[in-house]
């Protein structure tokens, strides 16, 4: 399977308890994005890389959140002191864009589904 | 105001129907335009980009209207692996980042 892979595929924790998640974006995919989506939303955009530089962060991701690309493949995204509102799926997303003028696909994982107890 | 605000659905057709969505968006600025795909429990997947002139893909259709910060998706001939949820997505700055999601519009095809 070439696509976007997520790890873990579901995660309980309690309230309080740190917690990371890892994405393997596709292979060559210079952007990654991470997205949150709760029951009958859609997606929030997290924050985004371009190569390993973090160049975007929403106002969602607290201090609490930090993310990581250190080599530019993979990413990690830490949610620390977790808290029941962070509980949500965490969707990892991926596309080669070399024109900054043109979107390019982003392809979604499956995402991590979050529960804090 | 919500910057992407969908139909709340759910919407319910028997087989054979024609569907349509709508959306709207709050920012003028916006760039890129989008219908995503999302089935139960599963990733969202890109159904098409929408274009000012409009554009179709088989027996979908989307059309954009700029002045009217509209977008809309048009299914025909509706089947039952239709079923799943639309999600209407906008992009704001120019590189296209971040993408900016509806809540999206449920649609359940039945025989």
């Known amino acids: 399977d070439t696509g976007v892979s997520q790890d873990p595929r579901h995660k309980i924790t309690k309230r309080g308890q740190n917690v990371t998640f890892r994405c393997d974006p596709i292979?060559?995919?210079?952007?990654l994005y991470w997205y949150r989506q709760t029951l009958g939303q859609g997606p929030e955009f997290l924050t985004y890389?371009?190569?390993?530089?973090?160049?975007?962060k929403s106002r969602l991701l607290s201090d609490r959140f930090s993310a990581e690309r250190p080599k530019g493949s993979f990413s990690t995204l830490e949610i620390q002191r977790t808290e029941q509102g962070d509980s949500a799926m965490y969707l990892c997303?991926?596309?080669?864009?070399?024109?900054?003028?043109?979107?390019?696909?982003?392809?979604f994982g499956p995402g991590t589904r979050l529960t804090v107890l | 105001r919500k910057e992407v605000e969908q139909d709340p659905g759910p919407f319910n057709v028997p087989e054979g129907a024609t569907v349509a969505f709508n959306c709207t968006y709050s920012?003028?600025?916006?760039?890129?335009f989008f219908w995503y795909r999302q089935d139960c429990r599963k990733e969202p997947k890109l159904l098409m980009s929408?274009?000012?002139s409009g554009n179709e893909d088989g027996r979908f259709t989307a059309q954009l209207n700029r002045a009217s910060q509209y977008i809309s998706l048009l299914i025909r001939d509706s089947k039952l692996s239709d079923s799943a949820t639309y999600l209407c997505?906008?992009?704001?700055?120019?590189?296209?980042?971040?993408?900016?999601f509806g809540k999206g519009t449920t649609l359940s095809v039945s025989s």
């Open positions: 997303a991926s596309s080669l864009t070399r024109d900054r003028t043109f979107l390019n696909e982003q392809f």
């Open positions: 292979s060559e995919h210079n952007r």
């Open positions: 890389f371009q190569n390993e530089a973090q160049l975007e």
């Open positions: 920012n003028s600025a916006s760039q890129s």
């Open positions: 929408v274009y000012s």
């Open positions: 997505v906008v992009t704001v700055n120019q590189a296209g980042t971040a993408l900016i």
